[in-house]
């Protein structure tokens, strides 16, 4: 049995694998697209993904690593880190980039193939380890909190800000930004990336803009600065 089919069922694995999956497939719909547009709506869906996925693994995994597995733990939490710093500075470039530049798809594909590497490390290793530590009831306690956690996450990343994984030091950025960049809205479909001044943009039937919230319906903050 390979290591990522030890990942428990409902459990903290299986709701990291379903991001890594999800960012796979926008890639790979960057890749097909036939279109700029396509391409930068794909571009800004992988973006957005990316940004959500990465601030709820350093908020809930990587301390939860640290708690569970002592030394072993931080020192696989440290090296995770590092691997988001990394991939923070090229998002950081691409973020700076418009979609039809020529360089664009070769800074893309660096980002993307950092990234399949350590979705790779963290599916067939780190998360087989950890959810091997923990209870069953732990690891849905985990997906939980870091599902709600990726409702309140910035939309982009700045190398600047190194996370360490303690709520503090992830927030600390969030703190030096003043209450206008702020903004609130509710969905009742998949919200598709930002940009600063825009509503989502359309694809394949994702929602165009913020609907009126519906009853017990999630709230969704939405950080308009880099983080």
């Not at 428990?8 to 719909?29: F, T, V």
């Not at 599916?123 to 732990?138: G, M």
């Not at 939980?144 to 996370?163: E, L």
């Not at 903004?183 to 919200?191: A, F, G, I, N």
Request: aromatic share 10%; charged share 30%.
């Amino acid at each position: 049995m390979s290591s990522s089919a030890q990942i428990q069922s409902g459990g903290i694995g299986e709701a990291i694998k379903r991001d890594h999956d999800e960012l796979r497939e926008y890639y790979n719909n960057y890749r097909n697209a036939s279109t700029e547009q396509e391409k930068s709506q794909w571009s800004n869906q992988f973006r957005w993904e990316l940004a959500r996925h990465s601030a709820g693994e350093e908020l809930i995994l990587y301390t939860a690593f640290e708690k569970h597995l002592g030394a072993e733990g931080k020192r696989i939490a440290d090296e995770d880190r590092a691997e988001h710093q990394a991939a923070k500075e090229i998002l950081y470039n691409l973020e700076k980039q418009n979609v039809a530049d020529s360089e664009y798809s070769t800074t893309f594909k660096k980002l993307y193939d950092d990234l399949e590497s350590h979705m790779r490390g963290e599916e067939q290793n780190d998360l087989p380890k950890f959810e091997a530590a923990i209870s069953r009831e732990e690891s849905t306690r985990l997906a939980k909190s870091f599902a709600t956690t990726k409702n309140f996450v910035p939309t982009r990343a700045h190398p600047s800000i190194s996370d360490k994984g303690g709520l503090f030091e992830t927030a600390a950025g969030l703190a030096a930004v003043s209450l206008p960049s702020f903004r609130v809205y509710d969905y009742d479909c998949t919200p598709t990336p930002f940009n600063l001044d825009r509503h989502p943009s359309t694809s394949s039937g994702i929602c165009s803009r913020p609907s009126r919230r519906k009853l017990n319906q999630p709230v969704i903050v939405v950080w308009m600065k880099y983080f």
